[in-house]
C-alpha cells in the first residue's frame, strides 16, 4: 500500500509541475499574440489554454471567449474572422478594395495592413523572450548570487551510498570529518585527497558528531577507470557526498534589479545562442539529435524539478520547500519558454515564424500575398514537418526513460 500511495503522489506532483509550468509558458506566449492585437484594434474571438474538450470557460466585456482545454499541450488566440485556430487562412477571402475597407475596420485580421499582422504574429515569441528575462532576473534577486567558498566549510558529510565503504565504518550524514590517518582535514577536498591515494588501505578517521570526537576506521573501495589519455587509473572511494553547507555557513551576494535584469538577459541570450549551436551542429553532423525533448521529456523534467524541491535541504519547513518549488519551476518555465519561443520564429508554415515567411513573401511582392492554393499545400507541408519532429521526439523521450525500447 505505502508504494502506491508513494506512486500516486509521484504521479501528481510529475503530472501537477508539468501542466503549471507549460500552461504558464503558453500563456505568456498567447498573451503575446492577443495583446498587441488589442493595441492594434484587431477583432479577437477566442483565448484558449489547451485544446480538445471545454473545461471552462467565460467572456470578458469586450465578447472575448477564455477557456481551458482538457488537453494542456499549447493554446491559442483565434481572430474574428479566422477559419482555424492557427490563423491559416480566412473564412472568406476578401478582394473588392471597399469589402477589403470594411473588414480592416472591423477589425478582421486577416484585412489588417502587413505591419499589424506581422506585429500580432511576432509577439507571442518575443514576449516568451521578455518573460524569460524577468524570470531569470526575478530569480537572481530572490535567491541571490552564491559566492561561498567551499574550501572554507569543513568537511563535513551530506550523505552516505549504501553499501560503501563509509557505510560499513559507521560514517553518518552530518558527520565532519576532522582528521585522517592523524593529518588534519581542512575541508571535503583534502578528505577526498587522502581518500583517493588510500585505495584498499585503512584510514583511522576522527569525526566531529554533534560535538563528541569519534574515531572510525574505514577502507576506501578500489575504483579503476579511464584518465583522458586512455591510461587506467586506481582511486580509493568512500561512498559520501560533500560537503554539506549549514545556512550560517553560505555567502551569499545581492543583486541590485538592473544587475539582476542583466544576469536575465545573459541566461536567456546563452539559451538561445547554445540551441542554435546545437541545430547547427545536428545538420552538420556534428551533434546528434538525440537531445531534442518532447511532451514525456518535459514531464519528467518538471516532475524531477518539483521533487527535487520537495525533498531539498528545508527538511520539515513546508515553507520553505514551497518557495525552493516556486523558484524551482519558475527557473524551468524560463528555460522553456525560450525554447517555446525559438522553436516558433523557426520558418515552418503552421509556426508564427512560417507566417512571418509568408508576410516577407508578400511584402516582396508588392503586398501580393502567395496564392490560396500554395499557401495550403506550404501548411500541409509545415504540419508534416512538425508532426514528423513531435514523433522523433517522443521516440527520443521514450528511449530515455526506457532503455530497454531501442
Known sequence: ?????????????YAGSFVVVLSVVVFVHEFGHFQVARWRGVAIDTFSIGFGKKLLSWRDKQGVEWKIGALPLGGYVKFADDADAMSSAPRERIEDPAALAEAR???????????TRS??????????????????ASIALIAGHDVTDINSVPARIGSVAQGSAAAAAG??????????????????????????????????????????????????????ARDEHGRVQTRG?????????????????????????????????????????????????????????????????????????????????????????????????????????FVNLLPIPVLDGGHL????????????????????????????VMASLFLFATWNDITRLFPGAQ
Open 1 to 13: 500500500m505505502p508504494d502506491v500511495l508513494q506512486g500516486v503522489q509521484n504521479l501528481l506532483v
Open 105 to 115: 475596420a472591423r477589425g478582421l485580421f486577416h484585412a489588417q495592413p502587413l505591419l
Open 119 to 136: 506585429l500580432v504574429v511576432a509577439a507571442g515569441p518575443f514576449t516568451n523572450f521578455i518573460f524569460s528575462i524577468l524570470a531569470f
Open 171 to 224: 560514517i553518518q550524514s552530518g558527520d565532519v570529518i576532522r582528521a585522517a590517518n592523524g593529518q588534519p582535514v581542512a575541508n571535503f577536498a583534502a578528505l577526498q585527497a587522502q581518500v583517493s591515494r588510500s585505495a584498499g588501505t585503512p584510514i583511522a578517521l576522527q569525526i566531529d558528531r554533534n560535538g563528541q570526537t569519534l574515531n572510525l576506521n574505514a577502507t576506501p573501495q578500489s575504483v579503476s
Open 237 to 341: 572511494v568512500l561512498g559520501v557526498i560533500g560537503p554539506m553547507l549549514l545556512p550560517s555557513e553560505r555567502v551569499i551576494e545581492r543583486y541590485s534589479l538592473v544587475e539582476a535584469l542583466n544576469v536575465g538577459a545573459r541566461n536567456t541570450w546563452g539559451i538561445i545562442s547554445q540551441t542554435v549551436s546545437y541545430i547547427g551542429g545536428v545538420f552538420s553532423g556534428r551533434e546528434s539529435g538525440d537531445q531534442i525533448a518532447g511532451p514525456l521529456g518535459i514531464i519528467n523534467v518538471s516532475g524531477q524539478v518539483a521533487t527535487s524541491a520537495l525533498s531539498g535541504p528545508d527538511g520539515g519547513d513546508w515553507g520553505g520547500r514551497a518557495g525552493l518549488l516556486a523558484l524551482s519551476l519558475l527557473g524551468l518555465a524560463a528555460v522553456l519558454s525560450v525554447a517555446v519561443g
Open 357 to 384: 515567411l509568408f508576410y516577407g513573401i508578400e511584402a516582396v511582392r508588392g503586398g501580393k500575398p502567395l496564392p490560396p492554393a500554395a499557401q495550403e499545400w506550404a501548411f500541409r507541408a509545415g504540419f508534416a
